[in-house]
């Protein structure tokens, strides 16, 4: 995240107090090779190549967009989550997601069945 021209590394402290050892071996690196990633290269993928690469420096060879934290009982910071659906499930996704996705600048697919998601009206 940028601000005032400054790279912003923010955590979520709530997933970090529950699962420290995992939050430091895979959250802290994957967010700092953002910032690595972009002092290097310029803008590119979020996820390509090259913050691969940088991950790989960091001795993450094999490094996930995502994580797989447990989230159950991890308290919502107020945002509102919109229900799409695709082939074979639906999916919440977050009020910044939701407005990408009215204002043409995103598509996501399910990582699943790899349709995209449609918005369901509540």
């Not at 590394?9 to 994957?30: K, S």
């Not at 447990?70 to 308290?75: E, K, N, R, S, V």
């Not at 910044?96 to 600048?105: A, S």
């Not at 598509?107 to 009206?121: A, D, H, I, M, W």
């Amino acid at each position: 995240m940028r601000y005032r021209g400054k790279s912003i590394i923010r955590y979520n402290l709530d997933i970090a107090g529950r699962q420290p050892e995992a939050f430091t071996a895979e959250t802290v690196p994957h967010e700092v090779a953002h910032v690595v990633t972009e002092q290097l290269f310029g803008k590119v993928k979020p996820h390509g190549n090259e913050w691969r690469s940088v991950m790989a420096h960091f001795g993450i060879p094999e490094a996930e967009r995502c994580h797989d934290f447990d989230l159950q009982d991890i308290p919502n910071r107020g945002q509102r989550r919109w229900t799409y659906s695709c082939d074979c499930q639906t999916h919440q996704l977050s009020t910044t997601r939701h407005y990408r996705i009215l204002r043409g600048t995103q598509k996501y697919l399910c990582r699943n069945c790899g349709q995209q998601l449609s918005f369901v009206e509540s």
